[in-house]
């Protein structure tokens, strides 16, 4: 189904009736999170704005391994429990984004000198597929070593290698998620605001009223809520600090992890490694490089400042060269690197490995936080968060149920996706002559939006220009960010709305041009317009180089 009548507002008149309207609820953070509590919120029929101080999925959201999973590892903690509802979540969300979430075969090679012995992993994957029962997504097998070099013939030669297994679980695209759930709380009316912070929030007799900050121009305003979710991730304990009179209770963790995009060297397959010291190595094939990570260090600094750094690189890239050595990865297969920082739920005693990843809710009536947790559970911790507002706002559960297992995100009601699929590429080969890698991507990106989309080219064909010969992005998704997905910067579309700082080149040479464009949506000036070319080339430097 089309969602052709749908709106979607520009940020002057969301900007311009958030004084104006009293919210049910406001969700500070506009990372998965906080996207997901507006969903989930919106669908119970209720009155919703969610404010994001920097870009919505800047935080941690953006900057993750891209499963969704069950999260295999934990099964080492004895964490039953979380991997149960992960894998179950996996299945949820994985179905109702079938755009961009797939499922994978993951490999996993064994050495002698891994930690793990085979009968251990044995077990590990029996109860991984068992514990995401009804929702299994496919069958692990175990492997010999024969059977492992038959299937993955990279490992081939490696003397130590002892033999190996297959398991599944699901890649998906981590800021586009982010994204959906935050337009299918605008489809249902809420009003978000990215580059508005709330820097102060307070009860008065009506509820809770909050200062918000335009970053872009320093304009303050106050808003009015009956319930405030504070959902900023490794920002949690800041954001309850925030409030007037209000002891902060929350104490988060926070452990950096690095990936690389680095040259295709290995195979098509997804790859989980333990490395000698017992961390897993991720590779994911994505187009046509790969994505490998991650680390696991705790960070003491400004959250904001994360990035990283030449060890994390050279961590990888040992890992990498120790587990395949013909591969000799160096520096010069590297093609970009990135840092977040995962919000965990401080345990005492307890170091950055075996922390917990599940989710805690803090409860204090009219101000909750929920913290913790994964991509991979947002839509559970969401309903966590809005089954207790409910109960808090004094409405009734029963007609203000959580339906966000079943009902399709924007621009993923497909009636059945490989038709439509099918259907797609023949068109749009058709028509507009693209690229089968450049349809795949039209596809993932937006789904039953694509006429929307579409309409853009059909007034203006040059838009069907590629923006970067590296990669399959054209024209028309840099007006399309710009109009309909709150993209305010040039590193917003190039980062975010889609991953070209993560290809070859990382987007440097089209900055231009993507600047030109969004200067006509937005009536830059020349001089705005500079200055947004600059940050990005500094942002690449900064927080995505290879030191
Ligand atoms: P964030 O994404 O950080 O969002 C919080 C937001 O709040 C930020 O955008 C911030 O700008 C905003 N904010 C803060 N203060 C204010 C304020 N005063 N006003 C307005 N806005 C404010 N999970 C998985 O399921 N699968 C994976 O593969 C996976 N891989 C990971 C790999 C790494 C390296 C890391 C670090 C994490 C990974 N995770 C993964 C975990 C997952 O990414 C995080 O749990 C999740 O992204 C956290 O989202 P969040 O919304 O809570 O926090």
């Known amino acids: 189904m089309l969602t052709d009548n749908i709106v979607i507002p520009n940020r002057d008149e969301i900007k311009s009736r958030i004084s104006e309207r009293e919210y049910d609820v406001v969700v500070i953070g506009g990372g998965i999170t906080g996207a997901g509590v507006l969903r989930d919120a919106t669908l119970r029929g209720l009155n919703v704005a969610l404010f994001e101080k920097g870009d919505f999925s800047s935080g941690t959201s953006s900057e993750s391994t891209k499963l969704l999973h069950g999260g295999l590892r934990y099964l080492k903690n004895y964490e039953f429990k979380l991997v149960r509802e992960a894998a179950l979540e996996r299945k949820i969300v994985a179905d109702l984004t079938p755009n961009f979430s797939t499922v994978k075969k993951f490999m996993i090679p064994m050495y002698k000198w891994t930690p793990e012995k085979l009968w251990m992993l044995r077990i590990g994957l029996w109860f991984y597929d068992l514990l995401a029962w009804p929702k299994q997504i496919g069958k692990h097998k175990t492997l010999s070593k024969q059977k492992l070099i038959e299937q993955f013939p990279i490992v081939e030669g490696e003397e130590d290698l002892i033999g190996g297994a297959y398991y599944h679980d699901v890649e998906t695209n981590d800021s586009r998620l982010v994204l959906l759930n935050l337009l299918s709380g605008v489809a249902g009316h809420a009003d978000v605001l990215n580059y508005t912070e709330v820097t102060h929030w307070e009860r008065d007799e009506n509820g809770i009223k909050l200062n918000v900050k335009d970053v872009e121009t320093g304009e303050e305003t106050e808003v009015h809520t009956k319930l405030l979710v504070n959902a ?23 452990t950096k992890g690095v990936h690389l995009t680095v040259k295709k060297k290995l195979t098509d397959y997804c790859v989980l490694l333990a490395n000698k010291d017992d961390r897993p190595i991720f590779i ?22 994360v990035k990283p750094e030449k060890e994390d690189l050279d961590y990888i890239l040992d890992a990498l060269n120790t587990l395949f050595p013909t591969a000799k990865y160096t520096r010069k297969d590297v093609y970009s690197a990135w840092a977040g920082l995962r919000p965990l739920v401080y345990q005492p005693g307890k170091d950055e490995k075996k922390t917990s990843r599940e989710h805690t809710v803090k409860d204090y009536g009219d101000v909750i936080t929920i913290a913790g947790g994964k991509m991979t559970t947002h839509r559970k911790m969401a309903k966590d968060v809005m089954d207790r507002a409910i109960k808090n706002l004094g409405l009734s559960p029963s007609s203000h149920k959580c339906v966000t297992d079943s009902v399709p995100f924007f621009s993923t009601d497909f009636e059945d996706y490989e038709t439509f699929k099918e259907q797609s590429y023949k068109d749009l080969k058709e028509k507009y002559n693209l690229s089968e890698k450049t349809i795949r991507v039209l596809l993932q990106h937006y789904g039953t939006e694509i006429p929307r989309l579409t309409a853009l080219i059909d007034e203006d064909k040059s838009l069907t220009e590629i923006i970067d010969q ?17 993209a305010r910067t040039v590193t917003d579309v190039l980062r975010r709305r889609f ?31 500079n200055q947004m070319k600059n940050d990005y080339v500094e942002y690449v430097k900064n927080f995505m180089g290879t030191p």
């Open 470 to 486: 590296n990669a399959p992005f054209i024209m028309a998704q840099v007006v399309y960010s710009t109009r309909y997905e709150f």
């Open 284 to 305: 994911l094939p994505w187009d046509d490089f790969d994505i490998v990570g991650t680390t696991d260090t705790d960070w003491k600094l400004p959250s904001e400042e």
């Open 499 to 529: 991953q070209m700082a993560f290809y070859k080149g990382q987007g440097l040479s089209s900055v231009d041009k993507v600047a030109e464009t969004m200067a006509k949506e937005l009536n830059w000036s020349e001089e705005t317009k």
């Open 232 to 254: 900023t991730g490794p920002w949690s304990h800041e954001t309850e600090a925030l409030g007037k009179d209000f002891d902060p209770k929350i104490h988060i963790r926070r």
